[in-house]
């Protein structure tokens, strides 16, 4: 099992422990987004065979000044395989949404030039990352991680090529759920934790973390009919 976004660079507790529990619980490898370049911790981190990176720049840091660039020049002079570029979107907590949409727009060439997929964060403003996704024909696939959309949008994203990840959080939504999987191809919906946030009600540790995968995903499984 896969653990397709899980910000192991962000736990408290350490990466040994962390990972002995997800192995445990079945959970054998963990897709780490980038939120301002590469993952925390690299060093660290790149010690396990099991952990793919990517790289990306959240929407909250737009406000900085040549973040992409400074970023990503790290990212050319490193040997450091990355396999998606994200977590990268909209959100509608942060303000300057020009801003936004540019750093959006230059990780989206960044995904088209280098043929790989987007991991993408999105907290409203679905149409307008629909319509920069379409505009800029992305053939390399996408995930919306810890989708809390609509259906009708999560419909349109996948004919445009998009996967949708459902995390805890879509727990929240009961009726949602079992639309999901009655409208929308079941392939193309993964699941994630999202760790060390989305910490679903169920457990009471203080952080989310991989080894909670199987359970979140069987509790989200219960609502398909
Ligand atoms: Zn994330």
Redesign the pocket.
Known sequence: MIDN?A?LDLMKDSLENVISRAKNAGVAEFIV?G?CGFPKKLDELIKYNEIKFCWGI?PKYAEIENIFEKELEKLNNSFVKIIAVG?CGLDKRFGNIEKQIQLFQKQINLAINLDLPLII?LVGHWQKAFDLLKKSKIKSGFVL??WSGSIEMAKEFVKLGGTISLSAGALKSQEKLARIFKEIPNDKIIFET?CP?QKPDFISAEENEPANLPIIIEKILSYKV
């Open positions: 976004h910000h987004p939120i959240y977590e964060h991680h810890s999202d946030d």
